[in-house]
């Protein structure tokens, strides 16, 4: 025991010598590698909490924490001098690589599109463009009125556009969520707790679900039409936001602005309507001014 220890003290002694002093005594002869060194750790530090934050949203956190101890274990397998077990970590870590690669490949490779559409990259935390952005996940809601129409579930989508809809949004759940078509159809599915009531989307990002709407009084709106297509009416006469809806009786998709209903509106049609509202007249009139 007395041998282990003092083995271990040679080689965490010999480690601090050739590495950390001699790397001390540099910066001393030349304190312009001090700044370098500040920067050099700034961004591994940046990149280590950027890649925590990725992985915490996924499966592979677990697998991530998993090595993490065996990166540990092997490191102190190694100054420990258990040659055995070193030489079985060591091995595991060379092809468990491989093996990451395969078992995480759906995850890794949506990190890659991600990575790909990206302005510069959304890794490292700037946003994609506005515009693109906006009209990327106007594909998504889309896509979850046509899905919710054939399969005949209700819903009522309110897009925030000028004006802002706080009060709406505080008389619901908040969300706070990036705009999925997979959350959007599991918000309004009947059996969920949240599906009675609207979504509000503001600033691209689902803020809100089960909010209350206005109704509106307008005696020309059909009565075959049901509470959501009046409360549709309402939000949308009263500011300026559009909002879908989806019947649940007909698995039709309608479509309310100023407090007018576009009723019966097909996929192409609603992503049409939706791309010049919120983007073609948006950024026309921004760049005019």
Not at 123 to 136: M, P, R, V, Y
Not at 176 to 202: C, M, R, W
Not at 215 to 229: F, Q, V
Request: proline share 2%.
């Amino acid at each position: 025991m007395r041998n282990m220890t003092d083995s271990l003290g040679a080689v965490l002694s010999n480690f601090y010598t050739a590495n950390i002093l001699s790397y001390i005594n540099a910066l001393y002869k030349n304190p312009y590698k001090l700044i370098i060194l500040a920067i050099d750790l700034a961004i591994v530090i940046f990149l280590i909490v950027k890649l925590v934050q990725v992985l915490r949203t996924t499966r592979a956190w677990q697998l991530a924490k998993g090595i993490g101890l065996l990166i540990i274990a092997t490191i102190v397998s190694g100054i420990l001098q258990l040659k055995i077990l070193n030489f079985i970590l060591t091995s595991f870590m060379t092809y468990g690589v491989i093996l990451i690669i395969v078992i995480f490949q759906p995850e890794l490779r949506r990190a890659l599109e991600q990575l790909g559409t990206s302005k510069i990259s959304k890794f490292f935390g700037i946003d994609k463009d506005i515009a693109a952005k906006t009209k990327e996940n106007i594909y998504k809601i889309v896509i979850a009125a046509a899905q919710m129409a054939e399969s005949k579930i209700g819903a009522l989508i309110v897009i925030e556009r000028d004006i802002k809809l706080r009060d709406i949004i505080d008389t619901g759940v908040l969300i706070n969520s990036e705009i999925s078509y997979q959350l959007l159809v599991n918000i309004f599915d009947p059996k969920t707790p949240l599906h009675d009531g609207a979504v509000i989307i503001s600033e691209n990002r689902i803020m809100a679900a089960a909010c209350l709407l206005p109704l509106s009084d307008d005696k020309t709106i059909s009565k075959g039409l049901g509470t959501r297509h009046r409360s549709a009416a309402g939000i949308s006469k009263e500011t300026d936001s559009i909002v879908v809806v989806v019947s649940e009786e007909r698995g039709k998709i309608s479509i309310a602005k100023d407090g007018k209903l576009i009723v019966d509106v097909k996929e192409d049609e609603l992503k049409q309507i939706l791309i010049k509202n919120l983007i073609i007249k948006r950024f026309e009139e921004d760049q005019k001014i």
